[in-house]
Structure formats: C-alpha cells, structure tokens
C-alpha cells in the first residue's frame, strides 16, 4: 500500500506569508508525528497527534505554528507570518499506535525556503 | 535534557573495509535507542533499533550504558551501504517522540 504522503514537496515562499503543509499518514495509523530539519541540524519533533486525544504541541518552536488532523487522518502544519528561520525540511511521520515496538515510517518531506 | 550527538559529520571507507558511525546520547532515564538510514533520493527508514537485538544488512548496534553510546557497526562496508545515518532516542514511557543527532554521512567507495 501507499506510504506516508506529503504536499507540497516544495514550497518557496516570502517572509511574512503563512503557509500549509499537509500530511496524508497510512491508512489506519493513529499516531502522527511532525519532525523539522533545518540546514545542519538533526531532526527537530515539532508535535504528536495520537487518536482523538488532545496533541502533544511541545515541540512547536513558536506561537507561529500551529497543526490540527481531521477526522484522525489527514493533518495539516500552519505557520503564520513566515520567516527565514523557518526554511526547512518538514517531515511528517505516522505509526499503527505509540509504542517502542511501532516502527515510525516516514514521508517524502515538504522542503520550505521563505526569502 | 535529551541529547543524541553524532560526532561525525562524514565518513569514507573503502568497499570491504570495517565501519563504526558513533553516538552517544545523554538522557536521565532509560532510553530507547535506534538508527535511521536515508539513502539518495529516497526517504527516512528505520534500520535498526535496540530492543529488536535485530542485525539489519549486517549492521549491528550495541548500547553501552556505562558509555552511554549505542555505535553502529559493519564489519565489511558495501557500496549500497553509502546513505545519511541518524541515530534517535526515545523515551522509555508514554508516546515516543524521537530526538535525533545531526547525521553522519556514509561514503563507501569501490
């Protein structure tokens, strides 16, 4: 089956804009989780969405970002007023359930420059 | 605070030769600890993680507690083998956010 999908896969856009990144996890996995990378850096948790349980948001670098799922699949990463700090690789990734035995499996990333 | 730390940013072997890619981590309680590969073009994938004891296309990883480390090892390195590897911790408990190292980059070259 299809895994982890991402869009856009590329988003260029100016400082001060907002912007949306969305993120399709695999059917029938309740956990997704957002991860950033920026240039030189490891990978960064962002927020946690498990099932219909309230998120985990306390990786969000800022009042700027803001993440909701909709019907417990598809979510969607906000980042309002965007700055040049902000350019990365975004990273969504989704899981059966939380847990050590299940294996996060990856999207492709939305990469983010803001000029 | 958690921490994973990847001391190096590329390493470059020949096809044949052994290879360790190095991390420790720092965490108070009792992490658990995996290795991510991501090869050219393609995206992040777990390789290998410790509470599988698992040897995944020859790699293995050992977690040192007294070292607080959890090392990748290949005794032969393979061309294939070239790709960005991550190590991550999680917590022990509740859902499992990774904290990633920076990467070491893989070059194995003929």
């Known amino acids: 089956g299809a895994g982890v999908s991402q869009s856009p896969s590329n988003k260029v856009t100016e400082k001060g804009k907002d912007v949306e990144l969305r993120c399709d996890p695999i059917s029938g996995h309740t956990a997704l989780y957002w991860y950033r990378q920026s240039l030189g850096q490891g990978l960064e948790f962002l927020i946690y969405?498990?099932?219909?349980?309230?998120?985990?948001k306390s990786g969000l670098p800022s009042d700027r970002f803001s993440a909701e799922r909709t019907g417990g699949s598809v979510s969607t990463l906000t980042i309002q007023r965007t700055q040049q700090e902000d350019s990365a690789v975004y990273l969504c990734a989704s899981s059966l359930a939380p847990g050590l035995y299940n294996e996060q499996f990856f999207g492709p990333g939305t990469r983010l420059t803001v000029l | 605070a958690q921490r994973v730390t990847q001391p190096e940013k590329l390493l470059s072997v020949f096809k044949g030769a052994p290879v360790e890619l190095k991390c420790n981590y720092s965490?108070?309680?009792?992490?658990?600890l995996f290795w991510y590969v991501q090869y050219s073009r393609q995206r992040l994938q777990l390789l290998l993680r410790?509470?599988s004891r698992e040897s995944i296309k020859g790699f293995t990883a050992d977690l040192n507690k007294g070292e607080t480390s959890f090392h990748l090892k290949k005794p032969f390195a393979q061309e294939e083998d070239s790709a960005m590897y991550y190590c991550?911790?999680?917590?022990?408990?509740?859902?499992?956010?990774?904290?990633f190292g920076t990467g070491t980059r893989l070059l194995v070259s003929p």
């Open positions: 965490y108070s309680g009792s992490p658990e």
């Open positions: 969405f498990q099932g219909n349980s309230a998120p985990d």
């Open positions: 410790h509470i």
């Open positions: 991550a911790l999680s917590e022990n408990t509740g859902f499992q956010k990774l904290v």
